[in-house]
């Protein structure tokens, strides 16, 4: 069985500050990790995955996360926030070898001018 | 190149009624899902299909049922409508040997 816990369902930074929106998971297997961004009436959309190899993976929009496998973790980062990335961010864990994603309850971004 | 499209955006049921959410892929991917979405629960897999003819459930699938006749076509049944069905419905795909999935805009459900 995975879960994933996002701590705080709400964060608020102000504009060019450092975004961290934290990301725990429990997975009896190598879990393949994802975060998504859900933008206000939108669907989700893929920022990035680590699924093997390097632990610091990179995606769209100046967003990165780093796995920990120690600490069980894959927290996502921005050095500097900018206001159009005020959403919904959701992490998702899914076995290597499985079909289905279990996602986290969510962490609402705010941005402040 | 449409991606998902998702039917109706909006749709409000009284108790008992039963409606079809439809979901269309134009990019041909094996995989489909339906996910409902509720506030502060992240999402949660109702249904998935690996291919047309093929079905299986998710983490809560009671009150739902879905057929897959097509690879385009994936949609979700809701035969008694419940307030507890009340909810942001989303479908996605993904193509076979990778693992992004691709989400179409939702469809906004209230049973009232």
């Known amino acids: 069985a995975q879960s994933v816990t996002q701590l705080g369902s709400h964060v608020s930074v102000s504009e060019g500050a450092l975004v961290l929106l934290r990301c725990n998971y429990s997975?009896?297997?190598?879990?393949?990790l994802f975060w998504y961004v859900q933008y206000p009436n939108q669907g989700l959309q893929l920022l990035l995955k680590?699924?093997?190899?390097?632990?610091l993976v990179k995606g769209i929009n100046g967003f990165e996360a780093e796995f920990k496998k120690s600490e069980t973790s894959f927290h996502l980062t921005k050095p500097s926030a900018h206001m159009s990335d005020a959403a919904e961010y959701f992490c998702?864990?899914?076995?290597?070898?499985?079909?289905?994603?279990?996602f986290g309850g969510g962490t609402r971004l705010m941005v402040k001018p | 190149n449409a991606g998902v499209t998702q039917t109706p955006k909006f749709r409000i049921l009284k108790i008992g009624q039963s409606m079809t959410l439809q979901c269309t892929q134009d990019m041909n991917h094996n995989y489909m899902y339906w996910y409902r979405q509720d506030p502060g629960m992240g999402l949660k897999l109702i249904y998935y299909?690996?291919?047309?003819?093929?079905?299986d459930k998710g983490e809560v699938p009671n009150g739902y049922n879905v057929s897959r006749s097509t690879t385009e076509d994936f949609p979700l049944r809701l035969e008694l409508a419940a307030p507890s069905q009340t909810s942001v419905y989303f479908c996605?795909?993904?193509?076979?040997?990778?693992?992004?999935?691709?989400f179409g805009p939702g469809t906004r459900l209230t049973v009232l």
């Open positions: 996605a795909t993904r193509r076979a040997g990778t693992d992004t999935q691709y």
């Open positions: 997975s009896s297997v190598p879990p393949y």
């Open positions: 680590y699924t093997t190899g390097a632990t």
């Open positions: 299909s690996v291919g047309a003819g093929i079905t």
């Open positions: 998702a864990v899914k076995p290597n070898a499985g079909n289905m994603l279990t």
